[in-house]
């Protein structure tokens, strides 16, 4: 079990609860490497993914995840959705909570909205991604990632590159690191900062090339083009991927072991050169990997927990 019902934000989670996610997630990365991928764990539960902003991979890596755990899983999607025509927030939760479901993810353009859907619903609900707030499940699949990939968390030095500002994942990220005792470093451009980067909690830096030597992951982001109100944070693109994009020389200064990620989806070119990304330090596909065992070992965490009797 977590030490809470819901998954709204890191906030919501221990650094116990977060070893719990890891160790169970590790379990279930050795189910998705069996022929039948399949297992009994959430039979007769319903799972209900409301995505009401565009979304591929975390979408169907929770579709995928309660498959393989045997739970029931609808989709809503926003253009299938009634919200579409006008419904609101309220009445699309009281339409969930009518049907029994048991546990809602919920992806929406406005921060705070899987919290007034938890304030409305009885069942558990997940944050998969609200505005520029929070993805608490990236985070998680995040440091899954890279503890397989260095063997451990505390003591890393992780640089999260680039749009710092519009990003979710950074919003997530950067508690998470701090929980398992690593040190986020956020570098980007003033323009791509928060207001005021410091109450992050990460240390903060200008400069990516003087970075680059003391870090064990650089973990690059897209920068979002939508969310900047049409106007351009930087002179162009060329110069963005200038001064903060990762390409086969930037990675040459790094440590020999120091790994790149990113979230998905990748501007190649901009914020990731695609020999890098494409390249045998990139853990951009184990990232969508474990992205599945760490959401089945959060469903099951939530929803079945020790009392399943079903562990992998
Ligand atoms: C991110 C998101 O949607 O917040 N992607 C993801 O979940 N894999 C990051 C992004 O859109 O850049």
Known sequence: MLS?????????????????VLE??????????RRIKKLPTLRGLTVVNLFLEPSTRTRTSFEIAAKRLSADGINFTASASATVKGESLRDTAATLS?????????????????????EMMDCSIVNGGDGIHEHPT????????????????????VGIVGDIAHSRVAG??????????????????????????DVLGAEVAWDLDEQLP????AYMLRVQMERSDGGM?????????????MNARRLAAMK????????????????????VADGDRSLVLTQVESGVAVRMAVMYLLLGGADSGVAA
């Open 24 to 33: 169970t997630a590790e379990s279930f990365a050795e189910v998705n490497q």
């Open 98 to 118: 009518a049907m029994n479901c048991d546990l809602v993810i919920i992806r929406h353009k406005y921060a705070g909205a899987p919290r007034i859907l938890s």
């Open 4 to 20: 809470s019902k819901h998954i709204l934000g890191m906030d919501d989670l221990t650094s116990d609860d977060i070893a719990r």
């Open 256 to 275: 020999p072991e120091a790994i790149v990620m990113h979230p998905g989806p990748m501007n190649r070119g901009v914020e990731i050169s695609a020999d």
């Open 138 to 157: 990236q985070a998680l699949l995040d440091l899954y990632t890279m503890k397989g990939a260095l063997g451990h968390l505390e003591g890393l030095r």
């Open 172 to 197: 997530s990220l950067v508690p998470a690191l701090r929980k398992v005792g690593a040190t986020p470093v956020v570098i980007a451009p003033p323009t791509l900062l928060p207001s005021r980067p």
């Open 233 to 245: 944070p930087f002179p162009s693109l060329r110069e963005y991927a200038r001064f903060y994009g």
């Open 214 to 217: 003391s870090l064990d992951v």
